[in-house]
């Protein structure tokens, strides 16, 4: 006889962890029905986004505690709300585990992501929960900003500038050496909110987060403006990282952003360093050049 | 050396085929940026979930085509929008597949998920694409209700009626027999969307989708509203299903709802047949009876 008592003592134990967390007006229901309740504000956008993490793809159980994967699957979300300029308001968290991992384990799981949510004052209002042979979860995010005024991928123009956010190649060195700042950084990644709220109020022409390594979004950056690109040498890497891994490398969760030559971009933005790496250029549609030579995208492809 | 044209040829095919289908106009930003944008319209609330389908849990490779298991993926999620009594406005699909399966594996998956999308004027907003070792998709519903008229399962009260659509443990025992009209019915379940929308028109008390199995759904209903339910014997049971089928066998996707002795319930909703199954009473919070005894829930319970 299957008996429903575990799962709905589960199901209770994350209720009361979402309800102990930040709760917003608007969502009017929230866990314990079929769907969230969310009543929205007129004179804004809602965006939306939902990005897996998958074992053995985007941790392991060896390298990752409970609470870094929770951790983990909502600030990749959330960096693409970053990416769009949006202020957080709720997730939805679809959860998969393996049956011997079940009350313990999501419990951490979910205080990890919570912590996360906190900061940001955004609330977990449902999701799924299933047994699943491997860990697996997707994080939809929802965040709002003013009507119209969403970063879009599209916007750049040649002429404008292309700038990135704190410094590249970080999160690469530190899968590679797996100790030490670089390590920690890739363990729990900071989403750039704060510096994305910041820019969509700067008026910039065009954004992403660089979530695939640069050359590869950067790519994809130029697709959407139908534009090409052209950097200069002087990215700024990270400590201990090569230029190859700057380039290249993913999971660093930084904003790439482009704005016109009339637009004032500070040095730094909600405590980040702002650095121009280049320039947009009329030339082929999606060719990204490098020190005059075309740049073949290596970022992080998930079907190579 | 890791190229990302495969990656982004898929995605341009998926955005191909979500841009043939229905687009709704709030959809100001689709599939091609970081997040999908939506604008809401004043006086409607918003409703959201999100549901798993699993390779091995909720489909297999051997008895599901790539098209099944898009339409199942929906299908599962548009029935707690169902439930809510919610019309549904679009959807973002996180879907996750071995690396052989790639190109045509993966535009069958959401051909099959935008048969139904279609059927419902949704959009195809957005989503995540990875490779994993299995076949794994989270599907995230959007719908709307007017506002403050969501159909919770928080609303039932002593003496109200307790109601089904439809007919129960035919999925129980389609998936018993493997053939015929019950097997196609588990391979392609039909969301309740029309139902669920005229109950809230009619104002029902209480409602939720029968996902688990009447015995365990109804526990829950019962324990959200704080009360407790009689059962009668006279349960709608599917062609070839048993009383225990029908009683808690999982994925049938009817209708659970409640009704005040003032509503005048109809024998017939959208076209589907509806039963009055037993009475909403003041006893144990969560307990369900039947045939005068303690019913224990032996419905689906993903933690067992």
């Not at 134990?13 to 929230?30: F, M, V």
């Not at 950084?185 to 992403?208: D, H, N, T």
Request: charged letters at 25%; one cysteine or more; hydrophobic letters at 40%.
């Amino acid at each position: 006889m299957r008996e429903p008592v575990r799962e709905l003592k589960i199901v209770q134990r994350i209720r009361d962890l979402a309800e102990s967390g930040h709760r917003d007006r608007r969502i009017t229901r929230g866990i314990g029905d079929d769907s969230a309740v969310f009543r929205p504000h007129a004179n804004e956008d809602l965006v939306f986004t939902s990005d897996f993490v998958l074992e053995g793809r985007h941790f392991t159980l060896q390298t990752h505690t409970p609470g870094d994967i929770g951790y983990l699957a909502l600030a990749r979300s959330l960096s693409d709300l970053a990416a769009m300029g949006a202020e957080p308001v709720f997730c939805i968290v679809s959860l998969a585990v393996p049956g011997g991992h079940a009350s313990g384990w999501v419990g951490q799981f979910y205080r990890g992501l919570l912590r996360l949510a906190d900061k940001y004052k955004m609330t977990l209002a449902g999701g799924d929960l299933a047994r699943f042979d491997r860990v697996v979860s997707d994080v939809m995010c929802c965040g709002r900003v003013p009507r119209g005024e969403a970063i879009l991928r599209s916007g750049a123009k040649p002429g404008d500038g292309i700038y990135v956010t704190g410094e590249l190649g970080g999160s690469a060195h530190g899968f590679a050496i797996r100790r030490g700042k670089a390590w920690g950084r890739l363990l729990r990644p900071q989403p750039r909110i704060e510096a994305g709220v910041a820019l969509r109020r700067l008026g910039v022409s065009a954004g992403m987060d660089i979530s695939d390594g640069l050359s590869l979004d950067l790519h994809r950056l130029c697709i959407e403006s139908r534009v090409s690109a052209e950097l200069e040498f002087n990215l700024p890497i990270a400590a201990g990282a090569s230029v190859e891994e700057a380039l290249h490398g993913g999971e660093d969760y930084e904003l790439l952003f482009t704005a016109s030559p009339g637009t004032r971009v500070p040095g730094r933005i909600a405590g980040l360093s702002v650095s121009q790496i280049g320039v947009i250029t009329r030339g082929r549609i999606g060719q990204v050049r490098f020190g005059g030579r075309v740049l073949k995208s290596k970022g992080f492809d998930h079907f190579s």
